[in-house]
Each structure stands twice: as C-alpha cells, then as structure tokens.
T-cell receptor, first 114, second 112 residues
Framework: EAQVTQNPRYLITVTGKKLTVTCSQN?????MSWYRQDPGLGLRQIYY???????DKGDVPEGYKVSRKEKRNFPLILESPSPNQTSLYFC?????????????FGSGTQLSVL | QKEVEQNSGPLSVPEGAIASLNCTYS??????FFWYRQYSGKSPELIMF????GDKEDGRFTAQLNKASQYVSLLIRDSQPSDSATYLC????????????FGKGTLLTVNP
C-alpha cells in the first residue's frame, strides 16, 4: 500500500530533551516536507526537500532540523524542544519535485512539550 | 508574504444542499490550486486540483477558478453528512519561489 508513515503518533516530552520524529514513504517520491498545524494558524511548512541531500527552510524553520540521506526517509529533529513547539506535525511527500503539488500526508504526530 | 484566505466558518448546510467554499489568494502569479479535505483528527487528503480558469468537475465536486479575481472555490453538490470536515485551500505560486501555501481552512457541517 502506498503510504507515508510517521512515528510516533503521540509524543509527550519535556523542555530541552532532544527528539526525532521519523517519516518514511514508499512511493519513490522526490519531494518531502514537514508541516505543523495549530488552531487558528493552519498548516505551516517547516522544512522541505526536493531530493536526497537537498533541503530548504519553509515558513517556520526555527528550532527544527531535518536531514535527507535517503529518498524514502525525512526525519524531523527537535534538538531542544520548547513548549511553543507543542503542535500537530505532518510529514508529506509528492511526486512533483518542485513546489510539492499533490501532497500525500502521513497520519500525523501530536507533540506535547511540557 | 503570499497569503491564502478562507472563511473560517463553520459553514452549515442541510443534507442534499450545495455547499460552497471560497478561497482568495494574494499572489497573482499563482499557477495551481488545490482543495484538501481533513476529517477531525486525521490528515489532509487531496480531493481536487485545478490549473486553468473555469470549472472542473469530479463527481459531486466542482472546483472553480477565476485568476483575474484571484478566487478559487469548491462546490459540493448533494452534500452528505460524510462531507462534514475542514476544507483546506492550497495555492502553488509560480516563478522562482515555487511553493505551496495553505489557507487556514473552512469547517463544513452537513446536517442530516
């Protein structure tokens, strides 16, 4: 089944404790992206990648890191999480390498930073 | 800052009615337009896309685009309770800064 898999689904952590949210897609897509979704603010792009070893900042990259060492994986790293990073996070992939049209989303990760 | 604006709703319609969801965008150079549906607690799912001015129909869904007015809409005919969800408009700008920008979404409730 074609899918984008995110883990974990739910995560509660404390301020300053490094964490990684994994994302993997099995559709051989070039483009992958991370979004956060907050009430009243909608979906905002954190980082995106148009190909292996190519990543770029989205609209809200502060406090986040990403890496793209393999085409299928695009982990999101929070080196020192803070409470304002409490949010619902989505990973997405697209067969369109430019602009990320026609996104396929993962199931989401609900992160709470205490 | 490229913006995509949607009425936040909630929009409430009776079962069987036509639901009309609207979206305006600020970047006149925008080239492609998308509607995603997001059920509560779930991830967004692409339901329609449109590139050219005019209407595009897919089953009960019709996307309408007017680039001169910078306006895109989604009509849902014969609305069903299962259509109750948040609808996200997304616009892909052209030029050198080719990226997808989402509106904040409109919550649609279809009442039986």
């Amino acid at each position: 089944e074609a899918q984008v898999t995110q883990n974990p689904r739910y995560l509660i952590t404390v301020t300053g404790k490094k964490l990684t949210v994994t994302c993997s897609q099995n559709m051989n897509h070039e483009y992958m992206s991370w979004y956060r979704q907050d009430p009243g603010l909608g979906l905002r792009q954190i980082y995106y990648s148009m190909n292996v070893e190519v990543t770029d900042k989205g609209d809200v990259p502060e406090g986040y890191k990403v890496s793209r060492k393999e085409k299928r994986n695009f982990p999101l790293i929070l080196e020192s999480p803070s409470p304002n990073q409490t949010s619902l996070y989505f990973c997405a992939s697209s067969p369109w390498p430019i602009g990320g049209e026609k996104l396929f989303f993962g199931s989401g990760t609900q992160l709470s930073v205490l | 800052q490229k913006e995509v604006e949607q009425n936040s709703g909630p929009l409430s319609v009776p079962e069987g009615a036509i639901a009309s969801l609207n979206c305006t965008y600020s970047d006149r150079g925008s080239q492609s337009f998308f509607w995603y549906r997001q059920y509560s607690g779930k991830s967004p799912e692409l339901i329609m896309f449109i590139y050219s001015n005019g209407d595009k129909e897919d089953g009960r869904f019709t996307a309408q685009l007017n680039k001169a007015s910078q306006y895109v809409s989604l009509l849902i005919r014969d609305s069903q309770p299962s259509d109750s969800a948040t609808y996200l408009c997304a616009v892909n700008s052209g030029g050198s800064n080719y990226k997808l920008t989402f509106g904040k979404g409109t919550l649609l409730t279809v009442n039986p």
